[in-house]
Nanobody
Framework: QVQLVELGGGLVQAGGSLRLSCAAS????????MGWFRQAPGKEREFVAA???????AYADITKGRFTISRDNAKNTVYLQMGSLKPEDTAVYYC??????????????????WGQGTQVTVSS
């Protein structure tokens, strides 16, 4: 059974930083792309960042330059380092695992397993 467990959310002031982690189990981690999505109250889930099996990364325009995604295949873990946080970054952040193509990496439907989410709250 595939499981994804996110850690690292919390409350931070605007301009601050947080690092989220997502530990995966149940299948060969290195064979799958990993993505981070987020969902704010009253809004649809949106793509944040993704990293492929080879380490190639993709970012949403709203997070590019502030967030960095990375993976450690030895630890079956993907990370999201978030900096220069803004109140509009407040959301539940989810990690996901799947095999999207380069053209579909931002599509949540291309990921077949999801974590339970971790709350990130940025105060102004």
């Amino acid at each position: 059974q595939v499981q994804l467990v996110e850690l690292g959310g919390g409350l931070v002031q605007a301009g601050g930083s947080l690092r989220l982690s997502c530990a995966a189990s149940g299948r060969t981690f290195s064979n799958y792309a990993m993505g981070w999505f987020r969902q704010a109250p009253g809004k649809e889930r949106e793509f944040v960042a993704a990293i492929g099996q080879s380490g190639r990364t993709a970012y949403a325009d709203i997070t590019k330059g502030r967030f960095t995604i990375s993976r450690d295949n030895a630890k079956n873990t993907v990370y999201l380092q978030m900096g220069s946080l803004k109140p509009e970054d407040t959301a539940v952040y989810y990690c996901a695992s799947g095999r999207p193509t380069i053209g579909t990496v931002t599509s949540s439907s291309k990921y077949d397993y999801w974590g339970q989410g971790t709350q990130v709250t940025v105060s102004s």
